[in-house]
């Protein structure tokens, strides 16, 4: 177990004490693309279309609307989820106490190499040698009890209290993670009435779907404009829940002119961005979105991924429904850990993941790419 000398030679770094962002921090290229104002309010006046959708999954037509924003943006803010707003107040105020336990302690948890779940950089980091402005801690909802021990090994209220909220969150997260996945379906024209159409392949979609926690903390920062709270990337799975503070820092990248939409904070409100296995379930009609986290100078922001994906085994490939008559698929099967080492490799190549296994790029497989990376 990590000791306060593993800390002095880990590679902690203490936002807190920091005046000034140093060189392993700051990002170049960062402002290559202007930022737009993402809310209703500023988007309309400036006459941009910038506005990111907004779907109610209460509404009559909630299927059509995130079929067309999953087209046209690959995320949108969800309200009318019916999660309690107390509740959400609660994960976040136990979040926030997490993060502000002193660092030797979280360090108890540092995630290895390797490894999924534990506290530290963000996984992706490990693919860049500049430095994020952030900490996160990942963790499996349903063995929490036992990884949170790693960080409170004493099991007092602290714990406790994390684990109930966690729990609670959960339970409503996986039930609303099968509503929108019904609306997705539904979107594709796979779900009618009550009726679920073609083979098992689609409910078993619901039935297996895993889901995972990462939480983010990005501290206030002196420098803002040099440093990065998140690089820029697409989520790997099928799709995720995010969920802000009130400090805004979420953006996504749009095309045609090329921008970064920054996201409103909207109370209340989940973020769902699409992933790259969704992409390639739905034979890239729903598009997993690019985004990033940027820092504020004055406020910490604090953010909470819930990840919906497939279980490590099951190999994911384009809905037989997904793909247009008389069209071959557009990309290969693969499992979630094969598809994270090809996006580790495409890291390093500066290729892009998703042309790596498209169907064109299976002609000439790619077979040493480590799934274990
Ligand atoms: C389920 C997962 C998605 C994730 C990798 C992980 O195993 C747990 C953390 C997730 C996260 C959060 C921050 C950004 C991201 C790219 C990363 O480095 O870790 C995502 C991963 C992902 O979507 O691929
Ligand atoms: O902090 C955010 O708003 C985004 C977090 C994110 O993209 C992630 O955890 O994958
Ligand atoms: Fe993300």
Same mark, same amino acid.
């Given at each position: 177990?990590?000791?306060?000398?593993?800390?002095?030679?880990?590679?902690? #770094?203490?936002?807190?004490?920091?005046?000034?962002?140093?060189?392993?921090? =700051?990002?170049? !290229?960062? *402002?290559?693309?202007?930022?737009?104002?993402?809310?209703?309010?500023?988007?309309?006046?400036? !006459?941009? %279309?910038?506005?990111?959708?907004?779907?109610?999954?209460?509404?009559?037509? /909630?299927?059509?609307?995130?079929?067309?924003?999953?087209?046209?943006?690959?995320?949108?803010?969800?309200?009318? *989820?019916?999660?309690?707003?107390?509740? &959400?107040? $609660?994960?976040?105020?136990?979040?926030? $106490?997490?993060? /502000?336990?002193?660092?030797?302690?979280?360090?108890? =948890?540092?995630?290895?190499?390797?490894?999924?779940?534990?506290? !530290?950089?963000?996984?992706?980091?490990?693919?860049?040698?500049?430095?994020?402005?952030?900490?996160?801690?990942? #963790?499996?909802?349903?063995?929490?009890?036992?990884?949170?021990?790693? &960080?409170?090994?004493?099991? %007092?209220?602290?714990?406790?209290?994390?684990?109930?909220?966690?729990?609670?969150?959960?339970?409503?997260?996986? @039930?609303?993670?099968?509503? &929108?996945?019904?609306?997705?379906?539904?979107?594709?024209?796979?779900?009618? !009435?009550? @009726?679920?159409?073609? +083979?098992?392949?689609?409910?078993?979609?619901?039935?297996?779907?895993?889901?995972?926690?990462?939480?983010?903390?990005?501290?206030?920062?002196?420098?803002? @404009?040099?440093?990065?709270?998140?690089?820029?990337?697409?989520?790997?799975?099928?799709?995720?829940?995010?969920?802000?503070?009130?400090?805004?820092?979420?953006?996504? #990248?749009?095309?045609?002119?090329?921008?970064?939409?920054?996201?409103?904070?909207?109370?209340?409100?989940?973020?769902?961005?699409?992933?790259?296995?969704? *992409?390639?379930?739905?034979?890239?009609?729903?598009?997993?979105?690019? *985004?990033?986290?940027? +820092?504020?100078?004055?406020?910490? $922001?604090?953010?909470?991924?819930?990840?919906?994906?497939?279980?490590?085994?099951?190999?994911?490939?384009?809905?037989?429904?997904?793909?247009?008559?008389?069209?071959?698929?557009?990309?290969?099967?693969?499992?979630?850990?094969?598809?994270?080492? +090809?996006?580790?490799?495409?890291?390093?190549?500066?290729?892009?993941?998703?042309?790596?296994?498209? /169907?064109?790029?299976?002609?000439?497989?790619?077979?040493? +790419?480590?799934?274990?990376?």
């Amino acid at each position: 177990m990590p000791t306060a000398s593993h800390l002095k030679n880990s590679l902690y #770094f203490d936002f807190r004490a920091a005046r000034r962002v140093p060189e392993t921090h =700051a990002w170049p !290229g960062l *402002h290559e693309h202007p930022v737009v104002d993402g809310g209703e309010a500023a988007a309309a006046a400036a !006459g941009t %279309g910038d506005a990111v959708p907004v779907v109610d999954v209460r509404a009559p037509d /909630a299927a059509a609307r995130v079929a067309r924003a999953a087209e046209q943006w690959g995320a949108f803010l969800v309200t009318g *989820h019916g999660v309690p707003a107390s509740l &959400l107040a $609660r994960v976040e105020e136990r979040i926030a $106490r997490m993060f /502000a336990l002193p660092a030797a302690e979280k360090m108890r =948890a540092v995630r290895a190499p390797g490894e999924a779940c534990g506290y !530290g950089s963000p996984p992706i980091s490990s693919s860049f040698s500049k430095r994020m402005w952030s900490e996160g801690y990942t #963790f499996s909802p349903v063995s929490l009890r036992s990884d949170l021990r790693r &960080l409170w090994p004493k099991a %007092g209220d602290d714990y406790r209290l994390f684990c109930d909220v966690m729990e609670e969150f959960h339970k409503e997260m996986r @039930q609303l993670a099968d509503k &929108l996945l019904e609306l997705f379906l539904r979107a594709l024209g796979l779900i009618t !009435g009550e @009726q679920i159409a073609g +083979v098992q392949a689609e409910r078993k979609i619901g039935e297996t779907m895993t889901a995972t926690m990462h939480l983010n903390w990005y501290p206030r920062c002196p420098d803002p @404009q040099r440093a990065l709270g998140l690089i820029a990337h697409t989520d790997s799975g099928f799709f995720t829940f995010v969920l802000q503070n009130l400090v805004p820092g979420l953006q996504l #990248f749009r095309r045609g002119p090329d921008r970064w939409v920054a996201v409103p904070a909207v109370p209340g409100a989940f973020v769902v961005n699409v992933g790259d296995l969704f *992409h390639i379930l739905t034979n890239g009609r729903f598009h997993s979105v690019y *985004h990033r986290a940027v +820092v504020n100078r004055d406020l910490d $922001r604090i953010s909470l991924g819930y990840f919906l994906g497939p279980p490590p085994h099951v190999k994911v490939a384009p809905l037989p429904e997904a793909v247009p008559r008389g069209r071959s698929p557009a990309y290969r099967a693969v499992t979630w850990p094969e598809y994270m080492a +090809v996006r580790k490799k495409a890291f390093t190549t500066g290729g892009s993941a998703l042309k790596m296994i498209s /169907a064109a790029a299976a002609a000439e497989p790619d077979d040493d +790419v480590d799934v274990h990376a």
